[in-house]
């Protein structure tokens, strides 16, 4: 369905990449660590929303009522939760973050057209099978993870950067030969 819709959007809108200008303000030196005002936003932009997520899943009605829904649908709906309307504003939510990961993503690359971000769609789903699936926690985890072994990879001298992605793969890999239910699955 991806593809449908990525190469629709294509043909209608164009196979021409969307690129601009935009000051990445200021570098900040720590160490070896060289980052931009740009790059430093996008992080804490990612630790507010992975805040925000936490305290929505841990600490609201509606993220008990998300959790309840999505461990038993049939359940949560004899116990009262509207499942139907729970499901409605978890796709918005969802909708709601793809959108800023969007922005982020432009932001950083300064560059893009309908098919840059396939690459880190596999890179997503190593994250949540990393983190073991149906685990929020452990998806954010795993993304952390999978984001350190590509960027710290492509540091190291006998690694080309070109194939830091096949290391996220590679700990993907060893990981599910260890623990085949991700770094926070439950052991069935």
């Not at 841990?58 to 649908?73: D, F």
């Not at 992605?165 to 239910?181: C, D, H, N, Q, S």
């Amino acid at each position: 369905m991806t593809l449908i819709i990525e190469f629709g959007v294509q043909a209608l809108a164009g196979g021409t990449a969307v690129s601009y200008t935009m000051s990445t303000g200021p570098t900040f030196k720590a160490g070896g660590l060289v980052l931009t005002l740009v790059q430093v936003i996008i992080m804490i932009i990612a630790v507010l929303v992975m805040l925000g997520v936490h305290v929505l899943l841990r600490y609201t009605k509606l993220g008990k009522a998300m959790r309840a829904t999505a461990a038993n649908r049939n359940l949560a709906r004899n116990c009262g939760i509207r499942t139907g309307r729970v499901i409605t504003v978890t796709w918005a939510l969802t909708g709601a973050l793809c959108g800023l990961a969007g922005t982020v993503f432009a932001m950083d690359a300064g560059s893009f057209d309908a098919t840059a971000t396939d690459l880190f769609l596999v890179l997503i789903l190593a994250a949540v099978f990393l983190g073991g699936p149906g685990q929020p926690y452990g998806a954010m985890l795993g993304a952390v993870v999978i984001g350190l072994a590509t960027e710290v990879s492509a540091s190291l001298p006998f690694v080309q950067a070109d194939y830091k992605y096949v290391i996220a793969f590679v700990v993907l890999l060893v990981m599910l030969g260890v623990r085949p239910t991700g770094l926070l699955g439950e052991r069935a």
